[in-house]
């Protein structure tokens, strides 16, 4: 009974599942899906067959066929993996399940009408990475096991729905749509209205997603299209900020191959939202934080295009291999940064995230285990070991090749890479035989082994050498000095080099002279939180009590981690004051985060109190 993935029940030798058809009944009042599940395996299997759940109840399970019930068991809840659905099979290669999600499920949040843009409708989205889809319906919640889908959504009809798929039709409910769900009111209601969706292509449970509320759209390309709350501001600045996405696209198909996903949609989600951007197939899910009104948010936009190769196309066999899915990202994103937007804006990505990788790997100088690129995660919940760690030590190692063997042989190496692997699920070792037989002798030439396997940065990491950089870096250090950056030094500065900057102000300053430059350049009234965050974070370290107002209100009004992370981590490192103040606002701002996010906050409240 070999497992295949740490955090899944999935067992390597029960065959996989081939689809998934989904009705789901969204009951907006009791924030509760109502749904079923028809299942068809690769193969027909007898015996116990195991299925990921967290949250669910399972009403039954039967055989489409015979309409005879299947015998099962649910475990007790383990605290990271959820319940084991097992059932036993005779010889099936598909079955029905007959179940609803709770009101705790982990992907899922229900937001009541104030907490939207627009304050008239309640709005429910997915976030499913990394190992929330079960809590969403049962699955071999694995990124080893990739399925296709149907879904029929079964919403209010002044709601309107997307996901991470073909959207087939909207239409009236019929009855055969149901399956059997057991739904409050009936599925034909009135004033109930159908989404339906089809996935052709295989994917893994993680990336299944969607979201339901009062949606508008505008058209910025070809195979692109905004979606967010149906408020004209909230769209017209959208479209704006994403009007360059053809022209990223297109490049990402020069550099890394076909563009494998038909159409690439964005869909603008509320505050709460816990990621910069999750990269849902088809449908890409943004913070609005990232919509900053000088094309700037585009560049998380380019993360997540880089997904649909690497990490969508080819994707990493379980979250001990993350850095195959974010190391490679993170490399694909900066070149296509680098040839949109030009190498200064790439060099600063690189520089930021310089800076990044050395404070996770600080953060992590307990547990070592978690600054190597292929890491061992057993009893380990990948939400608590989040960390820019895969991003940035990934993207070093795979631009220390680059070097070692010039970016040329390595694009071609890129796209012989993307080609042979498409469409499958992979491990480290997988990858490094590949580079080792397509790039003859580069273990003698790089330490592969001390890369993926050892602590820290390596040795020949290399730290960003670019003009802007150094200049950056520089001013930062002088102001231990006193030396401020004057105002024509800074005119063309965006948040990147505010942040780079912020980020590298030597240690210990006094208080007062972060006062003074906010005082001079409003830093912590800054609309783009990038800037805000990194001011705020140094103004708690300093002890700063009279930026606390602001502090609380960016805790309140937004819930993506990146922001939530250094502020509360701050916070909790500080005094008995700060501590408690700390405890206070996430009691008041907890139910406006996503589960997700309320997670990450507990653990760094419960690590530090």
């Given at each position: ?446 330490d592969l082994v001390l890369w993926t396997e050892g602590t820290g940065i390596p040795p020949d990491a290399y730290e960003p050498d670019s003009t802007i950089y150094k200049q950056i870096v520089s001013l930062a250090n002088e102001f231990i000095n006193g030396r401020m950056p004057r105002e024509d030094e800074v005119a063309d500065w965006q948040s990147q080099e505010w942040e780079l900057y912020l980020e590298n102000l030597p240690e210990p300053i006094e208080a007062s002279q972060l006062v003074d430059l906010d005082s001079r350049y409003k830093l912590s009234e800054s609309k783009d939180y990038e800037i805000k965050v990194a001011f705020l974070k140094r103004a708690i370290s300093y002890g700063c009590k009279s930026y606390y107002n602001e502090v609380e209100k960016t805790l309140k009004e937004v819930g993506r981690g990146k922001y939530l992370r250094p502020l509360y981590t701050a916070l909790v490192s500080g005094n008995e004051d700060d501590k408690v103040f700390a405890k206070t606002v996430f009691s008041e701002a907890r139910e406006g985060y996503h589960p997700i996010a309320q ?11």
């Amino acid at each position: 009974m070999a497992a295949v993935d740490p955090h899944s029940f999935t067992e390597a030798s029960q065959p996989r599942t081939k689809h998934v058809s989904l009705s789901l009944y969204l009951d907006f009042s009791s924030s509760t899906i109502h749904a079923s599940g028809l299942f068809l395996l690769e193969r027909p299997h007898q015996g116990p067959f195991s299925l990921d759940t967290r949250s669910l109840t399972i009403h039954g399970v039967i055989d489409p066929t015979s309409r005879a019930s299947l015998p099962f068991t649910l475990s007790s809840p383990d605290p990271i993996k959820g319940s084991k659905l097992s059932i036993t099979l005779s010889d099936h290669s598909s079955f029905l399940i007959t179940y609803s999600t709770s009101p705790s499920s982990s992907a899922l949040q229900w937001l009541l009408p104030p907490q939207t843009f627009a304050k008239s409708h309640p709005f429910a989205y997915t976030q499913c990475q990394a190992i929330h889809a079960r809590s969403v319906f049962p699955c071999q919640d694995t990124p080893a096991v990739r399925i296709r889908y149907s879904a029929r959504l079964n919403i209010p009809s002044e709601l309107s729905a997307v996901m991470a798929a073909r959207h087939v039709q909207r239409r009236s409910p019929k009855k055969d749509d149901a399956l059997d769900v057991a739904t409050p009111s009936p599925w034909c209601a009135e004033g109930r209205v159908v989404e339906e969706f089809e996935m052709e292509q295989s994917v893994p449970p993680y990336l299944f997603a969607f979201a339901v509320g009062a949606l508008g759209n505008r058209e910025v390309g070809p195979r692109t299209r905004v979606y967010a709350e149906d408020v004209a501001s909230v769209l017209d600045s959208a479209a704006a900020e994403f009007a360059g996405t053809e022209e990223m696209v297109r490049e990402g198909e020069r550099l890394f191959g076909p563009y494998e996903w038909e159409r690439f949609d964005l869909l603008v989600l509320p505050p709460s939202f816990p990621y910069g951007g999750m990269e849902n197939p088809r449908m890409v899910f943004l913070t609005p934080t990232v919509v900053k009104g000088d094309g700037t948010g585009a560049q998380v936009v380019a993360h997540e295009l880089a997904h649909s190769w690497t990490g969508n196309l080819i994707t990493n066999k379980n979250n001990e291999h993350f850095w195959l899915n974010e190391g490679f990202t993170t490399y694909a994103e900066r070149r296509i940064v680098e040839a949109v937007q030009g190498e200064q804006i790439a060099a600063l990505n690189i520089g930021i995230g310089w800076r990044g990788l050395i404070g996770d790997v600080e953060r992590f100088e307990d547990n070592l285990e978690f600054t190597k690129l292929k890491n061992n995660q057993e009893g380990i919940d990948p939400d608590d070991v989040y960390s820019q760690v895969p991003y940035e030590k990934g993207f070093q190692f795979l631009w220390r090749i680059e070097r070692q063997v010039g970016r040329p042989a390595f694009d071609e190496f890129l796209k012989k890479y993307i080609a042979t692997f498409k469409f499958q699920s992979i491990d480290t070792e997988t990858f490094l035989d590949f580079l080792k037989a397509n790039i003859p002798g580069i273990e003698n030439q790089i330490d592969l082994v001390l890369w993926t396997e050892g602590t820290g940065i390596p040795p020949d990491a290399y730290e960003p050498d670019s003009t802007i950089y150094k200049q950056i870096v520089s001013l930062a250090n002088e102001f231990i000095n006193g030396r401020m950056p004057r105002e024509d030094e800074v005119a063309d500065w965006q948040s990147q080099e505010w942040e780079l900057y912020l980020e590298n102000l030597p240690e210990p300053i006094e208080a007062s002279q972060l006062v003074d430059l906010d005082s001079r350049y409003k830093l912590s009234e800054s609309k783009d939180y990038e800037i805000k965050v990194a001011f705020l974070k140094r103004a708690i370290s300093y002890g700063c009590k009279s930026y606390y107002n602001e502090v609380e209100k960016t805790l309140k009004e937004v819930g993506r981690g990146k922001y939530l992370r250094p502020l509360y981590t701050a916070l909790v490192s500080g005094n008995e004051d700060d501590k408690v103040f700390a405890k206070t606002v996430f009691s008041e701002a907890r139910e406006g985060y996503h589960p997700i996010a309320q997670g990450v906050v507990e653990a760094i409240l419960s690590k530090n109190l």
